[in-house]
């Protein structure tokens, strides 16, 4: 296999605030020759996401932290183009925590096979992926709602609201979400067809606020954001 350069982003310095250009930087390096039972894989697709933003703070939390010089990582899905009798095949598509660079060397572990044929490769980063089960064991495993059943969901316009909100619909629930923005609220009711949506930030009392929208209580609550809404 001929010489492969791949790019990548590192994290040059740790942010305060909102991060900056200047808290990263684009690197080129070279993709070593697969050793015995490695691939190279070539990230098509990655997806940033909120829980990022943490990982770039140097304390403890559920996740480790990002390093400094080193390439950050999150979900992707990619092809695999080259094989030393790995466990995938050139021409295989996988998902991977590797995202943030071009190309990666890799043993298998931690890699996942998904099919184009059942859905676009890039779905597995969103409702076929980490989002899409978040919500879907979060809210049948855990919540087991129940039809007739009030579901509330915070941030209910994001990657996980969204999909909790069709599912609990799905389910015969009357569902009521809260977003962060008129746009939001108009797009949970007017696109995913939720019975009730309000902008928390143009309440003056979040309690108030819900008990008009749940008349008959909250049976399941699916908690996306922490701070007032608890």
């Given at each position: 296999?001929?010489?492969?350069?791949?790019?990548?982003?590192?994290?040059?310095s740790?942010?305060?605030?909102?991060?900056?250009?200047?808290n990263?930087?684009?690197v080129?390096?070279s993709?070593?020759e697969?050793a015995?039972?490695?691939?190279?894989?070539?990230?098509?697709?990655?997806?940033v996401?909120?829980?990022?933003?943490?990982?770039?703070?140097d304390?403890?939390?559920y996740?480790?932290?990002?390093?400094?010089g080193e390439?950050?990582?999150?979900?992707?899905?990619?092809?695999?183009?080259?094989?030393?009798?790995?466990?995938?095949q050139?021409?295989?598509?996988?998902?991977?925590?590797l995202?943030?660079?071009?190309?990666?060397?890799s043993?298998?572990?931690?890699?996942?096979?998904?099919?184009?044929?059942?859905?676009?490769?890039?779905?597995?980063?969103?409702a076929?992926?980490?989002?899409g089960?978040?919500?879907?064991?979060?809210?049948?495993?855990?919540?087991?709602?129940q039809?007739?059943?009030?579901?509330?969901?915070?941030?209910?316009?994001g990657a996980?609201?969204?999909m909790?909100?069709?599912i609990?619909?799905?389910?015969?629930?009357?569902?009521?979400?809260?977003?962060?923005?008129?746009?939001?609220?108009?797009?949970?009711?007017?696109?995913?067809?939720v019975?009730?949506?309000?902008n928390?930030k143009?309440?003056?009392h979040?309690?108030?606020?819900?008990a008009?929208?749940c008349?008959?209580?909250?049976?399941v609550?699916?908690?996306n954001?922490?701070?007032?809404?608890?």
């Amino acid at each position: 296999m001929p010489e492969l350069q791949s790019q990548e982003i590192r994290l040059k310095s740790r942010p305060v605030g909102l991060p900056t250009l200047e808290n990263f930087e684009l690197v080129t390096t070279s993709v070593p020759e697969p050793a015995a039972g490695q691939m190279v894989v070539q990230n098509l697709y990655m997806s940033v996401d909120p829980y990022m933003r943490g990982r770039m703070n140097d304390r403890k939390s559920y996740t480790p932290p990002f390093q400094l010089g080193e390439a950050l990582n999150g979900g992707a899905v990619g092809k695999v183009i080259a094989s030393n009798g790995g466990k995938f095949q050139p021409g295989d598509y996988v998902s991977s925590g590797l995202g943030w660079r071009e190309y990666f060397v890799s043993d298998g572990r931690g890699l996942t096979p998904i099919d184009p044929a059942v859905a676009p490769i890039q779905a597995y980063l969103g409702a076929a992926g980490m989002p899409g089960q978040t919500a879907y064991f979060g809210l049948l495993d855990i919540g087991q709602p129940q039809a007739g059943e009030t579901v509330f969901v915070s941030a209910a316009a994001g990657a996980v609201g969204s999909m909790v909100c069709q599912i609990a619909k799905i389910k015969g629930c009357r569902v009521v979400g809260s977003a962060g923005s008129d746009a939001k609220v108009a797009w949970l009711q007017e696109e995913l067809g939720v019975d009730a949506a309000f902008n928390y930030k143009k309440t003056d009392h979040l309690t108030r606020t819900l008990a008009s929208h749940c008349p008959d209580g909250i049976d399941v609550y699916f908690e996306n954001v922490g701070g007032a809404h608890l």
